[in-house]
Structures are given as C-alpha cells and as structure tokens.
C-alpha cells in the first residue's frame, strides 16, 4: 500500500506552487484551462475543480488562494480555516498568543462542531503534525519565543504603554464613530467581596495594647461581582458568582431587579459565565450599535465564541494592557473603591446589631443591594 501511494507521487509532475500558479493564471483569464493544464502539468480535470472551488470561495468572500493541495481534500472548509486564522490573529493581538498543540486542539473542535469528514486524531482529540505544518505554509503563520510583560517593568513603562493604550483607543473610537457618544462606551470589570475584612480601627481605652475584633469565620469565602458601567455615567445590575455547582433556591433573594446570579466551581467568572453575562449585557442596553466594551484582558474574557457574539452584535471588544488596570480601569479607580468600604461599614453594623447571628450567602444581596445602590451613582462613575 506504501508503495502505491508512493508510486503515485513519483508520477504526478505539479506541485502544490504549480498548482496555485496554474489556478492564478485561469482566475486572470492570462490562459484557458486547457493551456494552463499543459503549461504547468496540471491534469485538466483536477485543475477544473480547483478552479471552481476557488470561484465558489470568492462568492462567500475568501479572496486569498489557499495553497491547494494535492490529494484527499481539506479536514477544515475554507470559511473554517479563516475564521481559525482570525482567532489566532485576535488572541496574540490582545496578548494572548496560542501554541502549536492549543491550535490543533481548537481545529478539531472546529471539525467536531461543524461535522466535517476529517482525518484528526479522535483519540487525542487533535488535528496532526502535518495539518499544523501545511495551514502554517497556507497562511504565513510563524513561531516566536513571546517576551513577558512582568508587573515590575510594566509599571516602569506605563508612559509607552498608556500612550499607545489611548492612541489605540482615540483611534477606534473615531473609526466608529462613537468619540461623542459616551452611551455607547461601556466598561465592566469584576471584584471581589467576602464576610472576612480588614478591620477598622476602634475606639479603645490609652495603654490597651491588644484590641479584638469578633469576625465570621478565618478566613472568608469570595463572591465575585461583575459590574458594568458607560461614560454617561449608567450602569446595568450586576452578575453575581457564588462558589458551587448546585443551584440553591434563594441565593438571589434581594437582588437588584433584573441581575444575575450564577455559581462556578470556585466562585470565579469563567468563559461560559462570561459569555452568558455577554448576552444578558447586548439585551439591557439601549438598541443604538455600535458600541464598545472595554475589559481588561482575563483569558475568560478571551474565547472563540465571545469574539464571535460581539462580532456578530457590533459590540467592540477593547481589552486593557496587562498590570494597569489599576490605572486605567474605571471601575477599578472610580466605583469598587468606595464600593468596598461601604460594604465593610453595612458589615460592622450588621454585626453590632446582630451580635449572636452569622450571615451566609444568603444574605449576599441583603448587604449588596443598598451599597451597590449607594455607590453606582454618576458622580462615582
């Protein structure tokens, strides 16, 4: 069987170049099949069908030729291929460059979900080798050793990093025309709240040395609070992430009106999380598209399908560079601030009122809401 297959190469006088020149050439109307088959010993049958391929391509709005290959056809369609290209392309752009085995993860899911006849490796669940080499070819890709960005030198580098991050910004926001509507500029962001907080100072008698204060627990558990704002100064109720994996009846007992509350394995947002809160974010604002999310760029924020739904729904994705969001976050600098004091303080009251009762998550939304309500107002944001 070896032998065949290796007979049958030997005797092929085209190569993949060949082929791609032969196609180019017929595409120009600079030969006809006929005269680029015998020009570049390129079968007419086989030409004719790439030929084809290619004109059907164009229709859907491909218009770079894939570097065609000889033999059994592609594992991925054309319109597959380029949406993986532009995946890989967005990711690295926003610092979040793929390997090699992450790539041929993400083809095969590809092929699984569109149901294509592929030649992958279902076992390991990962396209092969020599796909990798030849989409590489097809698309110019290359490999490169990433530098990494440490929290120490992009502190010493923000002046370069925060010019570019506002050029970048100043830009986009002209292209799309949305520099003087503030309505549309959203910006979200998560925090974290927990029963354990730092303790405020007390009033005590002068020599007391040693003063205590009575806490719930040693060490708190962290609920997660994904809140979004706009340059108007409005803002859309909050995701709520409790630790879990069993909805529990009453965990959202006094929310705010029309907010989320969800549970994750660790209490953190995650991809799924993200791109639900994503759909629930295009449904609560005014319909007027487009409009721009700025984030910072958590990898849960960062997955094929969120691209694909802010693509689809002209939400502008707009991520922050690494270790300045404390500088440039709006949230970060303007609202969780007091957010979290006024907390602490519904916290300190609830506990000197209460002295013999332990709050639980149940209770979350009871000392959220009215903070949460405190502090979104227009002049914090």
Known sequence: ???????????????????????????????????????????????????????????????????????????????????????????????????????????????????????????????????????????????????????????????????????????????????????????????????VNKPTKIVTKIGKKYVYNRTYAEKGTTTTVLACINAAGHFIPPLVIFKGVRNIPGLSNGSLPNSLTRLSPKGWINADLFYEWLKFFDRNIPPTRPVMLIMDSHASHIAPKILDYAKSHQIILFTMPAHTSHILQPLDVGVFRPLKAAWRAELQNYKVNNPTSVPTRFDFHKFLTPVYEQCFTPTNI
Not at 26 to 32: D, F, I, N, P, R
Not at 48 to 72: C, D, S
Not at 126 to 149: D, H, M, Q, T
Request: with cysteine; proline share 2%.
């Open 1 to 195: 069987m070896e032998e065949n297959k290796n007979s049958k190469k030997k005797n092929r006088k085209y190569n993949e170049i060949m082929l791609k020149s032969a196609i180019e050439s017929v595409l120009q109307s600079k030969l006809t099949l006929y005269m680029a088959s015998k020009e570049f010993n390129v079968s007419w049958s086989t030409l004719k069908a790439n030929v084809e391929r290619v004109k059907e391509e164009r229709k859907q709005g491909i218009t770079q030729i894939r570097m065609l290959k000889v033999g059994r056809p592609f594992s991925l369609s054309a319109n597959l291929e380029q949406s993986l290209l532009s995946y890989i392309i967005q990711m690295q752009e926003l610092g979040f460059g793929l390997t090699v085995n992450q790539i041929r993860q993400i083809a095969f899911s590809l092929a699984e979900t569109a149901e294509c006849k592929h030649y992958f490796n279902k076992s390991k669940r990962c396209a092969g080798w020599n796909w990798w080499v030849s989409f590489k070819g097809r698309y110019g890709l290359s490999l490169r050793i990433p530098e990494n960005l440490s929290s120490g030198r992009a502190i010493c580098s923000n002046p370069t990093i925060l010019a570019d991050f506002y050029e970048k910004l100043e830009a986009t926001l002209v292209n799309h025309n949305l520099l003087d509507c503030p309505d549309r500029i959203w910006n979200c962001d998560e925090t974290g709240l927990m029963y």
